[in-house]
């Protein structure tokens, strides 16, 4: 083996590590930008909406999805140049993240989607109650009403009567 070729497979050696070492990196500071476990579990809030805010602003993934996205193209480098010489970790690492990120974008998007309902659903239950209130208070109205009317009646009569 000539020396040029021992440099060239030590240089390649060295560059499979390194990107090892990037995808690795890329991972970990993924890993580091999903949401904390008790920042979407412990939420302080007033009322529903205030939960619901702080929960979607909880699961706001930051840099994970681009950190990932950096992982996974030098993880395909590195697989296309058959730099790894195992790296059916890296490939379940990158699968792993992806299957949490996936799962913590639907809950953002859930928790993003209650926070404009709930506050549309209280509207329209408090639509609901006046108006519920207000049939209630019609009837009451409309049979005190005729009562008052029956009384204008029988006084206005009794007024005639006198003079």
């Not at 809030?45 to 909880?58: E, P, R």
């Amino acid at each position: 083996m000539s020396q040029s070729t021992f440099e060239d497979d030590e240089l390649f050696d060295e560059a499979a590590a390194d990107v090892r070492s990037d995808v690795e990196e890329h991972l970990a500071a993924a890993r580091d930008a999903l949401p904390a476990a008790e920042a979407i579990w412990s939420v302080e809030a007033d009322n529903t909406l205030g939960v619901l805010n702080s929960l979607g602003q909880a699961l706001d993934t930051g840099d994970a999805t681009e950190r990932l996205r950096d992982a996974k193209k030098w993880y395909a480098m590195g697989e296309r140049a058959d730099a790894f010489d195992d790296a059916d970790d890296l490939a379940a690492a990158i699968e792993d993240l992806e299957a949490v990120l996936a799962d913590v974008e639907t809950a953002h998007e859930h928790a993003n989607e209650l926070s404009s309902t709930v506050p549309e659903l209280r509207g329209a239950l408090d639509d609901a109650g006046e108006a519920a209130a207000g049939d209630g208070a019609d009837s009451v109205d409309e049979s005190g009403d005729a009562d008052d009317a029956d009384a204008t009646d029988g006084s206005g009569e009794a007024e005639e009567a006198a003079e």
